[in-house]
Structure formats: structure tokens, C-alpha cells
């Protein structure tokens, strides 16, 4: 094969390996022009290693590491991404080929021409534009890869160790590869059986992990709100007898009794005016926001809901959405329990929807320096006494990082806010 041949032949290479990588993001085929400069580039360095005639191993960590750190600065994506998508479009690149190659032995036996490698070329590219045409597919795909994400590289790197060793077969004894070509075919098969098996019980462990996590957050949620419910009845069942053992007197009054009465309908009233909630049209956020709010009332805290009568869809998980709510409200209530009798002691939530966009926006009474703000969202950074806390807003900003938020925290007069922002979703958090 001329110089010319392989470089062509590595040009159509790279363009299909970007097209698988676009399943993961669009980044990469966003720009034409920047995917075309970006093919040829990467054939010209392969292509020269092949001619100095590299030893084959270093060819391979040459070519490979070359491509992962090249796509990574060329596109602006993260190293570890770019680097599990690459192995992926890599490994999915050379088991077609491979199967191509296998039905070229089976229906026209012998060794493989020019033309026909640049006829297995143009249909590995024809099949990874037609992958990449089917956006229902495409966004199916990319949801499964956020969601489990370290399971789909751990397998993908395992495919590719088996697959690079076909490859240096491939290069280093083709005739002998020819020759076992179907007990390497089984030994192929079932290692991609294997590993498939493995990613499914890994995602299955995943999903496990996912409820275990969500029982968590409606666990305390939920206890939270019963002991309140709890404590309610207590109360009333408590007025009740006092009411019935004044009744039972002879010497107590109606006046009295109403008088009792009375009192327990304007402590009721008090209890009620510290409390400022709008329906969330959500039973668990309602809940949620309703124990904060009595925790907030019991320590001389208003907490007040301004949001809309519904809550909007956002893009998290329903657990997720609880999880940041109440790390959000628990480090504004953390934060007030400790300030002085004299001081304002004020919460303000909101969730909406804002020029295409859905959000949560908290604002508490803030007296701290205005240069402490920075450090809240750090690991490990905390406004409680106890060690074990510290990680409410950096797990918060986890979760929007997640799904590609806008997290934005700043003081403001004597408040500071806290405000995210996701672009609007059909998921399930309306549904909680």
C-alpha cells in the first residue's frame, strides 16, 4: 500500500471514528469545517508514524494517545471523556471491519486487496452517518452513557485490550490470522457476550444503588413530616382532654371553656402567620417545604414560598430534585439558627420557569463577609459545627453539573443567593 493509500485509508478511518464519537456529543461534527481539519491532521501524524516504520507497539500507543489528546484540545472537551469515547468508536470500528472481513473470507476466499479495504472503509462510514441519523436513538444512547457512565467505560476499555490484540495479530501475522480465523471469531463473540453480560449487571447495580440513594431522600423527608403530623395530633388530643376535664368541673365556667378555646385559635393563628407557603402542586416537595417551614417557625425563622402552583419540570431525578431543595434549605436554616435573637431571619423560595428555562432560586438574611460566599460550595466547607457535614452545597452543585446547570451564588444587600437554572425538560420531577 502507497503512502497516498494509507493516508486515505486513515482519513476515512478518523472521519468514522468522529461520527461514532458524535453518538456521545455533538461537539464534534458541530463544525464541518473543524471536523475536516480536524481528520486530516490526525492522518497526517498516523500516517507519517507508518512511514518512518515505528515499531508496532509504540505505532499503536503513538497513533491512539495521539488521537484521544488531539480530539480532546482540538474540540475542548474533557481528556476523560474524549478518551472513553474514542476507545468506544475505536472498538465499534474494528468489530465491523472485522465481521466485514469475515464474510469477505467466507463468500470470495483470499487475501484482501487495496480496493476491497477501501470498499469495507466506505461502508463503516456509511453505516456511522446512518447511526447518527436516528435522533431518537441518538439521545436514548447519550442518556444511557450520563447515566452510567463509568460502567459503559469499564467495559469499553475491557473490549479494547481483546480487540488491539487482534490488531497486532492483524499487522504482525495476517496469514496466520487468516488461517484461525473462526476460533478467533468465537473467541471474539464471546468476549463481547462477556463483557455485554458484565455491563448489564453493572447497570443493574447501578439502578439499585439509584433507589437505595432516592429511599434515602424520601426517608427523612417523609419521617420529617410524619413526627410534625405526629406532634399536631399529640397536641390536639392534649386540648382535647384539657378541654374535657374543665368540662367535667363544677366550678369551671363556659366563659372559661370559651376563653380556653379562644386561645388555642389564636396561637394557631400565630403559628400559621410565620409560615408563608404556596401549594407546590407536588405532594413530597409540599411536604418537604412544609417541615422546613416548621422547623424554620420553631426557631424564629420565616420561610416563605413565592413559587407558582405547580412545580415546573426539571431534568433530574425526583430524588435528585429533593436532595437539592433540602440541601439548600438546611444550609440557609444551619446558617440563621446561629445569628443573633435582634437579627432578621428570613428564607425565600423560589421554583419557576424563566425564558425557556426551569430554576430554583434561594435567598437567605446574610451577615457573614461578603468573601465567605466562595468557599460555601467547596467539598468539605461548612456553616455547621458537626464534622460530618460540610458537603450539602457541593453535592448540590454535583447534581447540576450533572445535567449541565447553571449554578450562580452571590450576596446581595444583606441576603445572598442562590440561583440554578436547567433548560426546560419533559422529565418526571412534576410527577413526584
Keep these: 500500500m502507497t503512502i497516498w493509500q494509507s493516508f486515505m ?61 488531539f480530539y480532546s484540545l482540538f474540540f475542548h472537551r474533557k481528556l476523560q471523556y474524549t478518551l472513553f469515547e474514542f476507545l468506544f468508536a475505536i472498538d465499534v470500528s474494528i468489530v465491523i ?43 436514548s444512547f447519550q442518556a444511557f452513557y450520563e447515566t ?71 426517608e427523612e423527608t417523609t419521617e420529617t413530616l410524619l413526627d410534625c403530623l405526629y406532634s399536631d395530633q399529640h397536641e390536639y388530643n392534649r386540648h382535647l382532654q384539657t378541654i374535657l376535664r ?34 407546590a402542586g407536588s405532594g413530597l416537595i409540599n411536604g418537604l417545604i412544609y417541615t422546613k417551614a416548621k422547623e424554620a417557625a420553631d426557631n424564629n425563622i420565616k420561610l416563605i414560598h413565592l413559587s407558582e402552583s405547580k412545580v415546573p419540570s426539571f431534568p433530574c431525578l425526583n430524588y435528585e430534585l429533593i436532595e437539592l431543595l433540602g440541601n439548600l434549605l438546611d444550609n440557609a436554616l444551619e446558617y440563621l439558627k446561629k445569628q443573633p435573637k435582634n437579627k432578621a431571619k428570613e428564607i425565600y423560595l423560589d ?13 437567605n438574611s446574610y451577615y457573614a463577609a461578603t468573601t465567605e460566599s ?3 460550595v467547596k467539598k468539605g466547607y461548612t456553616t455547621k ?19 449541565k446547570g447553571d449554578f450562580n451564588i452571590f450576596t446581595e444587600a444583606l441576603y445572598i443567593n442562590i440561583c440554578i437554572y436547567f433548560e426546560n425538560s419533559n422529565g418526571k420531577s412534576d410527577s413526584i
Design 9 to 69: 485509508g486513515t482519513l476515512m478511518e478518523n472521519a468514522t471514528v468522529l461520527t461514532l464519537m458524535s453518538l456521545f456529543s455533538p461537539v464534534y461534527t458541530k463544525s464541518k469545517g473543524r471536523f475536516i481539519s480536524a481528520i486530516i491532521i490526525s492522518a497526517v501524524v498516523v500516517t507519517f508514524g507508518e512511514y518512518i516504520h515505528l515499531p508496532i507497539v509504540i505505532r499503536f500507543i503513538v497513533n491512539y494517545g495521539f488521537a484521544a489528546v
Design 97 to 139: 471491519e472485522f465481521l466485514l472481513i469475515v464474510l469477505q473470507n467466507f463468500f470470495w476466499p483470499g487475501n484482501l486487496e487495496v480496493w476491497q479495504s477501501f470498499v469495507h472503509l466506505g461502508i463503516l462510514l456509511g453505516l456511522s452517518i446512518v447511526c447518527t441519523k436516528f435522533v431518537r436513538m441518538v439521545i
Design 148 to 218: 452510567y457512565r463509568q460502567s459503559f467505560c469499564l467495559v469499553t476499555i475491557s473490549i479494547f485490550a481483546v480487540l488491539l490484540l487482534e490488531l497486532f495479530i492483524w499487522d504482525t501475522a495476517r496469514y496466520s490470522l487468516y488461517a484461525n480465523l473462526g476460533l478467533i471469531c468465537l473467541f471474539i463473540l464471546m468476549w463481547l457476550v462477556l463483557n455485554f453480560y458484565l455491563l448489564k449487571v453493572l447497570v443493574t447495580d447501578e439502578r439499585k444503588k439509584t433507589l437505595v440513594s432516592a429511599y434515602e431522600q424520601y
Design 246 to 279: 374543665m368540662c367535667e368541673e363544677n366550678d369551671t365556667t363556659k366563659t372559661e371553656i370559651m376563653t380556653y378555646v379562644m386561645e388555642m385559635g389564636q396561637n394557631e393563628d400565630k403559628e400559621k402567620q410565620q409560615i408563608f407557603l404556596c401549594p
Design 351 to 363: 421554583l419557576g420557569y424563566d425564558q425557556g428555562k426551569v430554576f430554583i432560586k434561594v435567598k
Design 374 to 376: 466562595e468557599f460555601w
Design 385 to 403: 459545627s458537626s464534622s460530618k457535614h460540610g458537603y450539602g452545597l457541593y453535592n448540590v452543585k454535583q447534581i447540576v453539573a450533572k445535567y
